[in-house]
């Protein structure tokens, strides 16, 4: 009896409670949903905005990432929060009133003859092609966007807004590159590694790693990692392992991103940093990971290498064949001294992601772009964009259609 009027209690005090929280919920969700709006479209009216509209998918990287009205620009904390990002092409009751709009390069590429183009342009407007995706799986191949693109907003080094996978600072802390140029300070004039990172450098015993999650690339880096296994089992000995979809081996522990990169840190001399296509400048997270966990990056990509790292702190899958890659890594893993003078670089630079504060954040510094005045009232045009966008060899079959 007793048991049953208690459990009986209980199960009211639990319905209670859950539907509490449920009531909570929702005036929580509405509130919350109801003041972003209005935060997002109405607050300051004193206060210039610049609206952003999305004419593409709102889901696709990096629009999503943008999120709607200001909330990706206050979140960031950016000096400018005044950008409006919408993907309502009728918010403003006039496409004219926009300032920017902007356009996802995968979906140009689908549909670069497409008749949904934005019916009345402003000259006032930028039009921003936008992609973090490599020109090589999604060329434009056609002139139709010629002439049509005021702006673009990619990991080229000469977009006109960056967005990208690192940066590179100097010992003062300024930001300093990727950039087309550089100025390096040359291997040996660098100061020497110290004696303390040379005990922990000691601490690896694996030639090389590989994490790979995308099996079917079309820069060849598959074939080429499976002659370079082949080399180093066969001849010295050593092993490459393969992390990830394409692999066998796994990290271990609960936080696997953190535990893999110890693994990287502590065991392998090498990482393959193999871009699964080849664009230029495209140059990914992977590099940053070799760097920024003290594992000399080994490179394949199409990228010119010097815009992202001084000579002599990486090796070059684009220029070595897997024989001589191979009888590289062998010759450095037994000679320390030469091996540690891949990490000279860290007395001098650092190697960052792009989001660590708000003045390095591409976000950030997209809406602060909008906000230069000047910028803003230039008039530029895009002329040759296909020929900016496109490596031609890998406009050949669709030009041949
Ligand atoms: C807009 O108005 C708010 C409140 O009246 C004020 O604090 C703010 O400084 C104003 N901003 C501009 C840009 O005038
Ligand atoms: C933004 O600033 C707030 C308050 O200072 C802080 O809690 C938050 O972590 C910051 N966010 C980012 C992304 O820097
Ligand atoms: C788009 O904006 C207009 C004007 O503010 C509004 O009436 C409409 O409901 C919005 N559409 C969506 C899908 O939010
Ligand atoms: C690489 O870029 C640098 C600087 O932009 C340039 O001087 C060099 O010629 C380029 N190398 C190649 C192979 O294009
Ligand atoms: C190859 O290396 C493994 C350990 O990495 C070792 O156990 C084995 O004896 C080596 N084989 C030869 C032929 O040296
Ligand atoms: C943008 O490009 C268009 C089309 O080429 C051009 O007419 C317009 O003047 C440009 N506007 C700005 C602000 O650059």
């Given at each position: ?6 459990s009986n ?11 509490s929280a ?6 929580a ?8 709006q ?5 607050e300051?009216?004193?206060e210039?905005l610049?609206y952003?509209?999305q004419w593409t998918?709102?889901?696709?990287m990096?629009?999503?990432y943008m999120d ?9 904390n950016?000096t ?5 990002v919408?993907?309502?092409?009728s ?16 979906e ?12 009345n342009?402003?000259p006032?407007q930028?039009?921003v ?9 999604y060329?434009?191949c056609?002139?139709?966007?010629d002439?049509f ?9 000469d977009s006109?807004a960056?967005?990208g996978y690192?940066l ?11 950039n ?6 040359k291997l040996?004039d660098?100061?020497?590694v110290?004696e303390?990172?040379k005990?922990?450098l000691?601490s690896k015993?694996?030639?090389?790693v590989w994490f790979?999650s995308?099996?079917?690339d ?6 080429y990692?499976d002659?370079?296994?082949i080399?180093l ?12 979809k394409c692999?066998t ?6 936080n696997s ?7 990287i840190?502590e ?6 940093a193999?871009e699964?296509?080849l664009s230029e400048d495209?140059v990914t ?7 920024q ?12 290498y010097?815009?992202?790292m001084?000579d002599g702190?990486?090796?070059d ?8 890659l191979?009888?590289k890594m ?5 000679n320390?001294e ?6 000279r ?6 190697y960052h992601?792009r ?8 976000y ?9 005045e000047?910028?803003m009232k ?13 490596n031609?060899?890998h406009?050949?079959?669709k030009?041949?259609k």
């Amino acid at each position: 009896m007793i048991t049953k009027f208690y459990s009986n209690t209980r199960l009211k005090l639990f319905a209670f409670c859950a539907l509490s929280a449920i009531v909570i919920f929702i005036y929580a969700s509405y509130t919350d949903y109801y003041f972003t709006q209005f935060d997002n479209f109405y607050e300051y009216e004193n206060e210039t905005l610049k609206y952003i509209l999305q004419w593409t998918s709102p889901k696709t990287m990096p629009f999503v990432y943008m999120d709607v009205g200001r909330a990706g620009f206050k979140s960031r904390n950016c000096t400018y929060t005044n950008c409006v990002v919408t993907p309502n092409r009728s918010l403003l009751g006039d496409l004219r009133k926009f300032d920017v709009i902007m356009f996802h390069g995968p979906e140009l590429h689908r549909a670069p003859r497409s008749k949904d183009w934005p019916k009345n342009r402003a000259p006032h407007q930028k039009y921003v092609f936008a992609s973090v995706e490599s020109s090589h799986y999604y060329p434009v191949c056609s002139p139709n966007l010629d002439n049509f693109f005021n702006w673009t907003w990619t990991f080229r080094l000469d977009s006109d807004a960056r967005w990208g996978y690192m940066l590179i600072k100097d010992s003062k802390n300024t930001v300093i590159g990727p950039n087309k140029i550089m100025h390096w300070m040359k291997l040996e004039d660098m100061d020497p590694v110290s004696e303390e990172f040379k005990v922990q450098l000691r601490s690896k015993f694996k030639a090389a790693v590989w994490f790979v999650s995308n099996c079917n690339d079309k820069s060849g880096r598959k074939a080429y990692a499976d002659k370079l296994q082949i080399q180093l089992q066969a001849k010295y000995n050593l092993t490459l392992d393969v992390f990830g979809k394409c692999g066998t081996m796994k990290c271990g522990g609960w936080n696997s991103q953190e535990s893999c990169d110890k693994l990287i840190k502590e065991n392998y001399y090498f990482y393959l940093a193999f871009e699964n296509s080849l664009s230029e400048d495209y140059v990914t997270e992977k590099l940053l990971r070799a760097l920024q966990f003290d594992s000399v990056p080994i490179v394949l990509g199409f990228a010119n290498y010097t815009r992202f790292m001084p000579d002599g702190i990486y090796l070059d899958a684009n220029v070595l064949s897997p024989e001589e890659l191979a009888a590289k890594m062998n010759s450095l893993i037994l000679n320390p001294e030469e091996y540690a003078n891949f990490f000279r670089w860290k007395n001098h630079y650092s190697y960052h992601s792009r989001e660590e504060t708000p003045e390095d954040n591409d976000y950030c510094n997209f809406c602060a772009l909008l906000n230069d005045e000047e910028k803003m009232k230039k008039q530029t045009v895009i002329h040759n964009f296909h020929e900016w966008w496109d490596n031609p060899v890998h406009c050949k079959k669709k030009a041949g259609k």
